[in-house]
């Protein structure tokens, strides 16, 4: 007996999605006690699933086979070898039984009430059914025991759907309006309707790639996000739910809003370093509460749009990347270069006194925009040991080979940072006394 399971016998679908190009489908499907062993059907599964992550519950399989031996005339026709099908007659429509004797190299027919061959005929051929062997569209075929089950319940991974977030940042004069967007991709050859959803964000390893995807830790927060979502931790990992259900189509990308945020504030500053001709142009945007936002991001890609006020238009000016960024983190973007800001760096003195090397740096800044600009200077240090002997403005010390200053310039200015640097050459060396 052949039973065959549907995705109109679905109960309840849920899919956990993780952005490495995978999901876990987790269903319930209604299902008729047997009284006798069954071969059951589980149709409408993804096309590109991984068979051997199936997992079934409700009844005992004693044999599990993902079939895609799809329908074609050629199938059809080696099926019905030796068994009786009908030949109609293109003209008079009238229809007779013949028993199928081949289909290698055309069709061979015997007349099933003279014994007459028949080569090749004119005519359609009439199955009388499709054969039980034969689907339409993949399944999962299984032989299982007797069962008093009403439900099934499986679970699989397949390949073929992945999530992202993608960011629309809008500038006004002062502050900004944010929207985030879940982005879903369904490239797994089946749709599902209705169904709740889960994305995962968590180093999760994939023993077939033989590396662990590249999948950053993130904690989401409730607060601010849309009232579509919420979050909880799972073993270790968080995983961001959608309230209600949705329905994801074969071939689709879907987008669902997860956060906005509206009059949040930013600073704008540019970027040089020791090569730099024109400055990168760099937003920075404090991820707190007191900012309207306050809430763990997830890593996307982040579109920037500044209002025109003169002409009431908005116009795209950049793009970038952030990583998972936690609350009271600061967002750092990189849109593009300054056209109206010019910097000229150069080494004003350089001498040696035996150990020890002085150089003197000196940055001119040049804006030539309309308004002031705020500045920053990254001055990198190759040497480990160094001191800054003078300066004309005050710096920071970043990291043990980068310092960097701030400068504000008003319109139509230049301005001049100079500094020196004394470097340490000498040799250390480090002798270990043997434990011998």
Known sequence: MVYKSSSANTQNLSLTIYNANFAVVKETRDYAPQENETIVHYLDVAKKIETDSIIVAGVEVQELNYDFDLVDKSKLLEKYMDHTVLLQDSKTKEK???????????????????????????????????????????????????????????????????????????????????????????FSGAAFHDAKLKVLAGDVNRAEEGRVYDIEPVVYSLTNLEEHFEDKPFADYHIYTLKGTTTLKDNQKKQIKFIHVENGTFKRYYEFDSYSENP??????????????????????????????????????????????????????????AFDIVCESKILKRYKMKNYEYEKHEYILKNRKSESVLIKINHNISDRFWKIEESTDEFKSVDANHIEFWAEVASGEEKTISFGITSDRSIYMEIKKSDD
């Open 96 to 186: 007779a039984e013949y028993r199928l004797l081949s289909v290698s190299g055309g069709l061979v027919l015997e007349n099933a009430a003279t014994k007459e061959i028949v080569l090749d005929p004119a005519g359609e051929i009439i199955l009388p059914k499709l054969p039980n062997e034969l689907i339409v569209k993949p399944a999962l075929i299984w032989k299982v025991v007797p069962s008093n089950s009403k439900s099934i319940n499986v679970s699989y991974i397949t390949k073929g759907i992945s999530w992202e977030t993608n960011y629309v940042l809008k500038l006004k004069n002062e502050t900004f309006d944010l929207s985030g967007w879940v982005e879903i991709d369904n």
């Open 280 to 337: 990168k142009v760099m937003l920075e945007i404090k991820n707190s509460v007191l900012n309207r936002m306050g809430i763990p991001l997830p890593k996307g890609k982040i579109k920037v749009y500044q209002d025109d006020c003169e002409e009431n238009t908005t116009e795209f000016i950049g793009e970038d990347r952030i990583s998972h960024t936690t609350k009271d983190e600061n967002i750092s973007l990189y849109i593009g270069n």
